[in-house]
């Protein structure tokens, strides 16, 4: 297989033409070139400019080779990207760009696609709170690249504007342009995702200089990584603004090549050491940022000591999450099995610490009395179980990620939730309590009470004259049965719609009639896909299931599922689940009053 070659160009602020002037030189030395990424602010930064950046988007000049951009902002650039997202053509879940115009595509969001075999991760916009403004990327977008990130196989590129914080740590910048090491344009919240994806390459813009990072070694991880901010263009000091590669996928890499490390090759500037400079400069960046409600990440320890007061006053937030401390005697901060148990039993660790929690959202008890109720009793049992990936995994019933307000039933060993970003009313999931990857490979128990909880919605649903589709994709980071309902009049036109969908990918499913028995349906489904790493299944409302094992290398949608019943029901607006999106409010009250209509056929009670 031949690599393909890739230019990648820091802000464009709606200079094309001097950056296609120097694209067309690149190409001519070096190239050809398969297609050109930009990181940083890609519209304008003046009027002045606002002309010959039209001219391109409305055919004047073109684009003179694909171009995918993820610095959604600037002038003019809520204007022509609204108008891009109403685009017939551009509705559905679209991970490798949204068209504008020949040869330019919008990088939205957050996602993953490949791109000549070449696997690309990005992150669109600048970090805000209000996920609906253009040019902004919201927690949903980070957690989808978490999740991803939890996925099979080395990610190749990694794309973000802002840059990382601490990225300059453990790196010689002695040599380095003016303004390198100044933390403005850089986000603690990148480092944490580049520290998880462990991508190959990351780029970066928007700081407004050019930096290529010695390798740095991941983690975790043979492969290194390579980090490059880039300037913007046209820049008065001359930086350089574009850069190419020509670079092999590493799924088709040999163990021995991926993991070779150039004798340049530096730690991760990521991890939290011993007091070191470098390490206290990302600490100090990142202590007040939204890192500090994942302190199990890095060292708490080193943080609390930066945050002032006595020592021996703070709690050790390691012994307090994790119930042992690898500093043991030497640690300064208290070891107290109370707070402790308090913290297993869900009180906010904030509180715990400094008697106060001031974060303006928090799930967690503010109270040392005991909790009541059902659902605190269970999740205190559930807590207790310490699944390895319980604290970081926003499924797991123990994990402090989980959104508590969408859990409308808890079970023994399955919960029901609301999905978030419902594709229509009623849409909810059957999750399983502990850390797994898929539901086919639950225990007996715990597949016994699945079943017990898809019959009863099965007739939740009945009473509502509707029908229901259960469907799940993997690789995930936890398994979860989607739980669509659908019009009844609706229901014969499932398998067709989905045996379509699939021969336009150039893959079949595998048929799985139902009988009489559920338990051997699902035992049939999981010895069709036994040790498949990737697979997709669907059952049909009449109890047909059409299982799909999906190669590692196939591109296959993640939200294949919901996008071809989006089509069925003519909501192809909403294939999108970023696109359903509600306020955490109109969650809470949507999840009370499915609980209410639910409670008769609830197998939790």
Same mark, same amino acid.
């Given at each position: 297989?031949?690599?393909?070659?890739?230019?990648?160009?820091?802000?464009?602020?709606?200079?094309?033409?001097q950056?296609?002037? &120097? *694209?067309a030189?690149?190409?001519?030395?070096?190239?050809?070139?398969?297609a050109?990424?930009?990181?940083?602010?890609?519209?304008?930064?003046?009027?002045?400019?606002?002309?010959?950046?039209?001219?391109?988007?409305?055919?004047?000049?073109?684009?003179?080779?694909?171009t995918?951009f993820i610095?959604?902002?600037?002038?003019?650039?809520?204007?022509?990207?609204?108008?891009?997202?109403?685009?017939?053509?551009?509705?559905?879940?679209?991970?490798?760009?949204?068209?504008?115009?020949?040869?330019?595509?919008?990088?939205?969001?957050?996602?993953?696609?490949?791109?000549?075999?070449?696997?690309?991760?990005?992150?669109?916009?600048?970090?805000?709170?209000?996920?609906?403004?253009?040019?902004?990327?919201?927690?949903?977008?980070?957690?989808?690249?978490?999740?991803?990130?939890?996925?099979?196989?080395?990610?190749?590129?990694?794309?973000?504007?802002?840059?990382?914080?601490?990225?300059?740590?453990?790196?010689?910048?002695?040599?380095?342009?003016?303004?390198?090491?100044?933390?403005?344009?850089?986000?603690?919240?990148?480092?944490?995702?580049?520290?998880?994806? !462990?991508? &190959?390459?990351?780029?970066?813009?928007? %700081?407004?200089?050019f930096?290529?990072?010695?390798?740095?070694?991941?983690?975790?991880?043979?492969? *290194?990584?390579?980090?490059?901010?880039?300037?913007?263009?046209?820049?008065?000091? /001359?930086?350089?603004?574009?850069?190419? =590669?020509?670079?092999?996928?590493?799924?088709?890499?040999?163990?021995?090549?991926?993991?070779?490390?150039?004798?340049?090759?530096?730690?991760?500037?990521?991890?939290?050491?011993?007091q070191?400079?470098?390490a206290?400069?990302?600490?100090?960046?990142?202590?007040?940022?939204?890192?500090?409600?994942?302190?199990w990440?890095?060292?708490?320890?080193? /943080?609390?000591?930066?945050?002032?007061?006595?020592?021996?006053?703070?709690?050790?937030?390691?012994?307090?999450?994790?119930?042992?401390?690898?500093?043991e005697?030497?640690?300064?901060?208290?070891?107290?099995?109370?707070?402790?148990?308090?913290?297993? /039993?869900?009180c906010?660790?904030?509180?715990?610490? /400094?008697?106060?929690?001031? %974060?303006?959202?928090?799930?967690?008890?503010?109270?040392?009395?005991?909790?009541?109720?059902?659902?605190?009793?269970?999740?205190?049992?559930?807590?207790?179980?310490?699944?390895?990936?319980?604290?970081?995994?926003?499924?797991?019933?123990?994990?402090?990620?989980?959104?508590?307000?969408?859990?409308?039933? =808890?079970?023994?060993?399955?919960?029901?939730?609301?999905? %978030?970003?419902?594709?229509?009313?009623?849409?909810?999931?059957?999750?399983?309590?502990?850390?797994?990857?898929?539901?086919?490979?639950l225990?007996?128990?715990?597949?016994?009470?699945?079943?017990?909880?898809?019959?009863?919605?099965?007739?939740?649903?009945?009473?509502?004259? !509707?029908?229901?589709?259960?469907?799940?994709?993997?690789?995930?980071?936890?398994?979860?049965?989607?739980?669509?309902?659908?019009?009844?009049?609706?229901?014969?036109? *499932?398998c067709?719609?989905?045996?379509?969908?699939?021969? %336009?990918?150039?893959?079949?499913?595998?048929?799985?009639?139902?009988?009489?028995?559920?338990?051997?349906? *699902?035992? !049939?489904?999981?010895?069709s896909?036994?040790?498949?790493?990737?697979?997709?299944?669907?059952?049909?409302?009449?109890?047909?299931?059409?299982?799909l094992?999906?190669?590692?290398?196939?591109?296959?949608?993640?939200?294949?599922?919901?996008?071809?019943?989006?089509?069925?029901?003519?909501?192809?607006?909403?294939?999108?689940?970023?696109?359903?999106?509600?306020?955490?409010?109109?969650?809470?009250?949507?999840?009370?009053?499915?609980k !209410? &209509?639910?409670?008769?056929?609830?197998?939790?009670?």
């Open positions: 297989m031949v690599a393909p070659r890739f230019l990648f160009c820091g802000d464009v602020l709606g200079r094309l033409n950056l296609f002037k &120097r *694209v030189a690149v190409n001519k030395s070096a190239g050809p070139f398969d050109l990424l930009c990181v940083g602010q890609f519209f304008p930064d003046s009027p002045e400019l606002q002309g010959e950046f039209l001219d391109y988007l409305e055919g004047g000049s073109s684009f003179p080779l694909p995918y610095g959604d902002y600037g002038l003019g650039a809520a204007k022509v990207l609204s108008a891009v997202s109403r685009d017939p053509s551009n509705l559905g879940f679209k991970t490798d760009g949204l068209r504008i115009c020949e040869n330019l595509f919008w990088l939205k969001g957050s996602g993953k696609f490949f791109l000549h075999g070449v696997s690309v991760m990005y992150l669109s916009g600048k970090h805000s709170s209000d996920s609906q403004i253009i040019g902004t990327y919201s927690e949903d977008d980070v957690d989808a690249l978490r999740a991803l990130a939890d996925e099979h196989g080395v990610i190749d590129i990694f794309l973000t504007n802002e840059w990382p914080s601490g990225v300059t740590a453990r790196a010689d910048v002695s040599n380095g342009p003016p303004g390198l090491t100044d933390s403005s344009s850089t986000n603690p919240k990148i480092a944490q995702l580049a520290a998880e994806i !462990k991508p &190959r390459y990351h780029f970066a813009g928007a %700081k407004g200089v930096y290529a990072r010695d390798p740095y070694i991941n983690e975790g991880a043979v492969h *290194v990584t390579r980090f490059l901010g880039l300037a913007p263009v046209g820049n008065k000091d /001359k930086q350089k603004f574009i850069h190419a =590669i020509s670079p092999t996928p590493a799924s088709t890499m040999s163990a021995a090549e991926i993991s070779l490390k150039p004798p340049n090759s530096t730690m991760s500037p990521y991890i939290a050491f011993e070191t400079a470098p206290t400069e990302f600490l100090k960046q990142s202590q007040h940022s939204t890192l500090e409600s994942q302190y990440r890095f060292d708490a320890s080193q /943080k609390r000591q930066q945050q002032g007061g006595p020592d021996g006053e703070r709690l050790c937030f390691k012994f307090t999450s994790t119930g042992s401390c690898q500093r005697g030497k640690c300064n901060f208290r070891h107290d099995s109370d707070a402790r148990d308090h913290f297993r /039993k869900g906010c660790f904030d509180f715990l610490n /400094k008697g106060k929690c001031e %974060k303006s959202e928090c799930s967690f008890s503010h109270s040392l009395e005991e909790e009541d109720g059902e659902y605190s009793r269970k999740r205190q049992r559930l807590s207790s179980r310490d699944a390895p990936h319980g604290r970081s995994c926003w499924f797991c019933l123990s994990s402090p990620n989980i959104e508590t307000h969408l859990v409308v039933s =808890i079970g023994e060993s399955c919960y029901c939730a609301l999905a %978030k970003g419902q594709l229509v009313e009623d849409h909810v999931l059957v999750i399983p309590v502990e850390h797994c990857p898929n539901v086919v490979s225990t007996q128990e715990a597949a016994k009470e699945l079943q017990r909880y898809k019959s009863a919605l099965r007739n939740y649903f009945k009473k509502q004259g !509707k029908a229901v589709v259960y469907y799940e994709y993997l690789p995930s980071s936890h398994g979860n049965l989607q739980v669509i309902p659908i019009p009844k009049h609706k229901a014969a036109d *499932v067709g719609r989905f045996l379509s969908a699939a021969k %336009k990918f150039g893959v079949e499913f595998e048929v799985i009639n139902p009988s009489s028995d559920d338990d051997v349906d *699902v035992r !049939k489904l999981s010895e896909l036994s040790g498949k790493s990737n697979f997709f299944y669907v059952e049909l409302p009449e109890g047909t299931i059409l299982s094992a999906v190669g590692e290398k196939e591109k296959f949608p993640v939200q294949f599922g919901r996008e071809v019943l989006a089509d069925l029901l003519n909501i192809k607006e909403r294939a999108d689940w970023r696109n359903s999106k509600l306020s955490k409010e109109d969650e809470t009250k949507i999840a009370e009053d499915f !209410k &209509r639910f409670e008769e056929f609830d197998p939790s009670k």
